[in-house]
């Protein structure tokens, strides 16, 4: 008899089947769409605020707004008031795309209520919303999972204003979609 799996690959394959579904509707990945294109619109964001607003690495973020450049669904440029910095925005194609994105989430979820039913669907949802609210303490339930050991590097400048951040507001610090580069998926790279 096998051992049953961990609620994180049970997580992963729901995940995986949930991408795949997306994936099949739309010329863009779940991945660049949950995270950068989300956050983008056509007045533009400094390159440098994207990190905290995505909740991805510098190199995911590059990655992405490279791809997004290179299909023509965003532009990087230099900000004209502050020619050294960096500004991105979305393309009339990027615009579209990004308002297409919340209507394919919706279609891809309302064909998994059809084929696995409502209820599964209703109840999964339910349980990740759990996971995202707040303990009887008022703190976020999953920060409890996040805290990092008093003595770690993640309690030490520069990380500790990053890190109280994250705990303050998971939802909001973490990427929508999991990414993770060459080095590591948080917005410091680790």
């Not at 450049?69 to 393309?91: F, K, S």
């Amino acid at each position: 008899m096998t051992a049953p799996l961990p609620l994180s690959a049970l997580l992963s394959r729901v995940l995986l089947a949930f991408t795949a579904d997306f994936e099949q509707a739309s010329r863009l990945s779940l991945a660049v769409s949950a995270n950068v294109l989300r956050v983008l619109d056509e007045d533009g964001l400094r390159v440098r605020d994207l990190p905290a607003l995505t909740g991805v690495s510098k190199e995911a973020v590059a990655v992405s707004l490279g791809f997004l450049e290179r299909h023509g669904y965003a532009l990087v440029e230099p900000d004209p008031a502050a020619p050294r910095t960096r500004v991105a925005r979305l393309t009339p194609l990027g615009l579209g795309a990004r308002r297409k994105y919340p209507r394919i989430l919706a279609e891809v979820e309302t064909a998994w209520r059809r084929r696995l039913g409502g209820r599964a669907v209703s109840e999964l949802r339910d349980a990740l919303r759990a996971v995202t609210g707040a303990a009887a303490d008022g703190e976020p339930c999953l920060s409890l999972g996040l805290r990092p050991p008093p003595d770690g590097w993640r309690a030490h400048p520069p990380y500790r204003a990053l890190t109280a951040r994250l705990l303050a507001d998971p939802v909001a610090g973490l990427p929508q979609y999991p990414m993770v580069s060459h080095r590591g998926g948080f917005p410091d790279g680790s």
